[in-house]
């Protein structure tokens, strides 16, 4: 009995067996379908970079993925950083946007870079332009700290080449545009009330008056140069603040956030990317908080600035100005690289000169307020510098002649006094009587000059020429006995 009931048992477990490879297969399969299915539903954002290096790029790239994140590519640990293909033309790289904890995807980025505005890249722009893609993509210019003079040049160019792509969009594309365009101005003045209502509040002066179409960023990048060009070209706080109070009218036209960034330092660059892009965290994140202060660490969120707010960074610059200015600067009717009259792009550049084209600061309003010049020089040429140091040691080399000269003649003409005076009176004993050798030749001289006076002339072969070979023996020998003497150092001849 036992033996068939073991027996009967066979089939049974060998049914219920394949029925649960069945399952685990199904549940397999559900799964995969389940994540091919959320993973359609991420939402998908794309981002535009406009200029920059390509390391800074990269940078840029790399900061979207946090700062705990050790892939620098906002992947889960464990999975292989995508490429970042930007050397050549348009350059693209995709990565996934991590909750605080690393587990949960919020949305999938799309990202595509460009360094230079050339006109011949156009084609590969419009078709990243769609109905579908508009409202999910972010433009971000990116600027270098180590050429702050180039800055309005570069967003002017960036912006133009913008407008020309969208304006040669298809109708679907370009009320897109104006959708997004009224959705982003909506979402700055409108606000709800305590009691649940919304309430509409106006645009200010010279706010939002030239929409670009899409929500946009300007990264300034490198901010650790701004000690730089303080130390090495004479840029003071006047500079700095001139600098961003003209981004600020700039971008406030556009309705555009700024921020500065500092390599291998943490800054809010991505909570500000995120919010631009209507990426929500699972987490509650603290509300962007605006820094103007700090001149290498400033933000300006979007919605936020005003022109009140930026002429109380430094008094006397002129917001109207500068907003008139630019709006001439990005008409159809102007040019990328040429000056425009009365122009904003022009009165920077008055201000903020490149060092390339004549002036050395790089900063042309430290003259205006009274400063010493810059601290660059021009460098002189090899060869005329090197015969200027030769002329120089010609003229030392004769002077240091010509006193040595000098010199020896003083030395030989009081050699004779100098040893007089360190030997002394000359004495000698002569039969017991002590006999000043000098004393004895002035005695000498002076009858010798006595008796030439007293005497008539004689012809020359008589008698005074006798007497005056006397006396001029007499005089070698008290000569003689003098230099002996001192060369005996003072001793006496009896001694």
Known sequence: MDRTRGFDERPGSAMSNTSSTKSEKEDMWSSMLSSVASSK??????????????E???????????????????????????????????GYTYL????????????????????????????????????????????????????????????????RLLRGIFTSLDDDCRRTLDEVTHAWETRRSTYTDAGGGEVTIPLGPGEFDEPLGLPLCVVCYNADKIETLERERGWKEEAFDFV?????????????????????????????????????????????????IDRDKV?????????????????????????????????????????????????????????????????????????????EVPAVDTQVFLASQLELLEAKAAEEMATRGRKEDKYNTASGEDVMEHVGPVQFNVG?????????????????????????PVPPNQTSGEGKSQNEVLSAFFTALMKKKGATKGTSPGS
């Open 244 to 292: 961003l109070q003209f981004l600020r009218t700039v971008l406030l036209k556009h309705g555009a956030s700024l921020i500065y960034t500092t390599p291998s330092t943490p800054s809010p660059i991505r909570p500000l990317i995120l919010s631009l892009l209507s990426i929500q965290s699972s987490s509650r994140q603290p509300p962007l908080k605006h820094n103007v």
């Open 56 to 90: 800074g790029q990269k940078e840029f790239v790399e900061s979207l993925g946090g700062a705990g994140s050790g892939t620098g590519g906002g992947n889960r640990k464990g999975e292989k950083r995508p490429p970042i293909a930007n050397e050549f033309a348009l």
């Open 96 to 159: 996934d946007v991590l909750d605080a904890d690393h587990e949960d995807v919020l949305a999938r980025l799309g990202v595509y870079l460009i360094s230079e505005p050339t006109p011949s890249f156009i084609p590969l722009l419009q078709p990243l332009f769609t109905p579908t893609t508009l409202p999910e993509t972010l433009v971000v210019i990116l600027l270098d700290w180590s050429k702050p003079w180039d800055w309005m040049r570069s967003i002017k160019t960036w912006v």
């Open 432 to 456: 017991g009587i002590q006999v000043d050798a000098e004393n004895m030749l002035e005695r000498l001289k002076e009858r010798e000059q006595t008796r030439a006076s007293e005497q008539e």
């Open 299 to 375: 933000l300006v969120p979007p919605h936020w600035d005003s022109w009140g707010k930026i002429r109380v960074l430094r008094e006397g610059f002129d917001v109207e100005g500068i907003g008139s200015g630019w709006s001439i600067d990005i008409s159809p009717g102007s040019t990328d690289q040429s000056s425009v009259e009365d122009g904003a792009v022009e009165i920077y550049e008055e201000v903020i000169k490149d060092p390339k084209r004549g002036d050395p600061e790089g900063f042309n309003l430290l003259n205006k307020s009274g400063g010493s010049g810059g601290i």
């Open 41 to 54: 539903r991420l939402p998908h954002k794309s981002i535009l970079v406009l200029g920059g290096s390509a």
